[in-house]
């Protein structure tokens, strides 16, 4: 009992990791180097070579656009009647069997009209949530495509049919899920967001209706996201105006973090920050929207706003860049609606003066559906199975330890940990430390040995709470030198923690880093620490064992690895749309090339109880693999590492 108080105690003294700030100075270094570049733009030029150069590194870091040309295969499924305008229940093809539900929105004046592409914004319900802007645009004389993004409206992945439910959570969780398996297979999933929004100007532009020289684009939160990429990246859009998102990265990096699709992987290390999309569109009319109480705050929209004007100055065009900030929070007030209806009408409608909001008509997101049940589950690919076929579309280079020592950046460090104190109870010696693994980041955890003992076994513990783990005592007491290590961004958060440290995850792959292969550094460093010879024993459970499995080839010592109830590898990720913690080891293009498996060539490792991605136990076949019965305990583990 005295032992165990002790741990209680010495948990009680365990900080958060201070790893966001150190990520953050990462990125503002990254950001400041930008901007010293930026300041080297003085001329017409100078613009010119900048937009090229933005233009291919944002290519890059969306790992490409789909080349699909393919029929659109477009259908309308009913129409409602709005009085002055009409609603076009449509859906059209993105990619072979991947569907896009919308609605489009139609004047019934004769003529080509302008038009506006609407992206959603994180509504589970999708395109509804466009309705008052669309018809009001409508009322003035556009055409406009409002349609679901992936994981929202009627476009649910993973939907169960038979249960009238999805297996993921709507919206973000579904981009989550989508993202980080489009990551390990060098993809992203901003580039098939784009990809739809692309397609949807193909279905826009289609219209008899339509003057295909006169198109607009918006959106709200996720949609002014998608808005801020389509606008950027497809010359056919002339006029842009994201709402409720635009920032620099110098503020919304500390703060409210995107999920997958408005993360693009390695975009600050390529020396990009948001305000690139409004230069490579330049010097084509944009307009920002913030509100006051946003977290898309408007002091993140100011030096973004500013840095713009500047560019568009340059290219003789300042009048084409407009920030407008609206009261209350997130959203769209209608101070913020009206400023986009003038917006649109002075580029794209002959300056028609007539864009003050009117009251419309508002159909129930039943009348709005465009499939008999709501869900296009039983017409539509999910994107999973797409990601699947794309597997080796874009292998990663080199060996399996090259690509490993590029994940890392850093090589593992030699430092002696510092003790921040001392217990001795029960037989052991337990001592409190400090490990720095890299210059700025600083790791804690516990070095614990039998009293009076000497050339001891060394075991390297990944520890995931802060809290001294009861297995890392029974090992040390068994007879070895125990570094019970809590690798950094650890404990990780309680919000969303069912998909893994996501936000850790995302800081990382934005700037270039890898949130698994840093931990990796930190249990290499820890296993150094120890000073032990021979073998160096690792013990790792669930997720956290595949930054066991890599810090085991930056640390030729650490070749003696149990993993508890671990993945045993990537391919469930694609086999169904749910998966669980895959942001703690999802690594960019590593599945295009090779397994976990393949990790643990040339080291003893036990798979004990290997699991799929959703915590389920699978019976896998070979040597790695082992099972235990269901009264068996833990024993087998403290034998197997002192052997």
């Not at 948990?11 to 270094?29: D, F, G, K, M, T």
Request: with cysteine; hydrophobic share 40%.
């Amino acid at each position: 009992m005295r032992l165990l108080a002790a741990f209680a105690l010495i948990a009680l003294c365990i900080h958060a990791q201070p790893y966001n700030e150190w990520i953050n100075r990462v990125a503002q270094s990254q950001l400041a180097t930008r901007k010293a570049a930026i300041r080297q733009i003085r001329s017409r030029a100078d613009a010119e070579a900048h937009q090229r150069t933005v233009r291919a590194k944002i290519l890059e870091v969306y790992g490409g656009l789909p080349s699909y040309r393919g029929p659109l295969n477009a259908r309308t499924t009913g129409t409602l009647d709005a009085g002055s305008y009409s609603i076009e229940k449509v859906m059209f093809e993105s990619l072979p069997k991947y569907w896009v539900t919308g609605n489009l929105y139609l004047p019934k004046s004769s003529g080509k009209h302008p038009a506006v592409l609407y992206a959603i914004g994180h509504w589970n319900e999708g395109k509804p949530a466009a309705q008052r802007m669309a018809a009001n645009l409508a009322m003035q004389g556009f055409v406009v495509l409002a349609f679901d993004p992936m994981g929202q409206g009627e476009r649910f992945q993973g939907y169960w049919s038979r249960a009238g439910v999805s297996l993921v959570t709507p919206g973000v969780p579904q981009h989550w899920n989508a993202g980080t398996a489009a990551f390990l297979i060098n993809q992203t999933l901003s580039a098939y967001f784009v990809w739809d929004g692309m397609r949807a100007l193909d279905y826009l532009t289609s219209r008899p209706e339509v003057d295909a020289e006169r198109i607009g684009c918006t959106g709200c939160s996720g949609g002014g996201t998608q808005a801020t990429y389509i606008s950027a990246l497809d010359p056919r859009v002339k006029v842009a105006a994201p709402l409720c998102y635009m920032q620099s990265f110098e503020v919304l990096f500390p703060g409210p973090i995107g999920d997958s699709e408005q993360s693009p992987p390695g975009f600050l290390a390529k020396g990009l920050d948001q305000t690139d999309y409004v230069e490579l569109f330049a010097p084509k009319p944009w307009f920002i929207g913030s509100t006051k109480e946003d977290f898309f705050t408007p002091a993140g929209a100011q030096p973004l706003y500013e840095e713009a004007r500047n560019f568009y100055e340059i290219l003789g065009a300042q009048d084409r860049v407009k920030w407008v900030v609206g009261p209350g929070g997130h959203g769209t007030p209608i101070e913020i609606r009206e400023r986009v209806y003038e917006w649109f009408n002075r580029w794209l409608n002959n300056g028609n003066p007539n864009w003050k909001e009117r009251p419309v008509k508002m159909f129930t997101n039943e009348d709005l559906l465009v499939t008999s049940k709501g869900q296009l589950a039983a017409d539509s690919r999910d994107l999973i199975e797409i990601l699947r076929e794309q597997r080796n579309a874009r292998p990663v280079e080199g060996t399996l330890d090259e690509y490993v020592r590029r994940l890392a950046v850093v090589r593992p460090g030699t430092a002696t940990p510092v003790v921040e104190s001392e217990e001795k109870s029960g037989g052991l010696v337990i001592r409190k430390v400090k490990l720095e693994t890299e210059p700025g980041v600083t790791v804690e955890g516990w070095m614990v040995r039998p009293d009076n003992a000497a050339a001891l076994p060394g075991v390297v513990h990944v520890e995931r709470t802060a809290k001294l783990s009861a297995r890392a005592i029974e090992i040390a007491k068994a007879g070895a030198h125990v570094f019970a290590v809590m690798p950094r961004a650890l404990p990780a958060p309680t919000r969303y923690i069912e998909h893994g440290d996501w936000e850790a995850a995302t800081r990382a792959w934005l700037t270039g880093r890898n949130l698994p292969a840093m931990r990796a550094i930190d249990i290499a460093t820890a296993a150094r620490a120890l000073g032990t010879a021979g073998s160096i024993r690792g013990v790792a459970d669930g997720v956290h064992a595949v930054a066991l499995l890599v810090a085991s080839r930056l640390e030729p010592q650490l070749n003696r690895l149990w993993l508890e109830r671990a993945p045993h590898s990537f391919a469930p990720v694609f086999e169904s749309p749910r998966h669980l913690g895959l942001h703690d080891a999802v690594m960019p293009g590593f599945y295009t090339r090779w397994d976990l498996a393949d990790l643990a060539a040339g080291r003893q490792v036990t798979w004990m109880q290997p699991n799929d991605w959703n915590n389920n136990i699978v019976a896998v076949q070979g040597p790695l693999y082992r099972y235990r019965a269901f009264d068996e305990m833990n024993e087998g583990i403290v034998r197997w590492l002192l052997e």
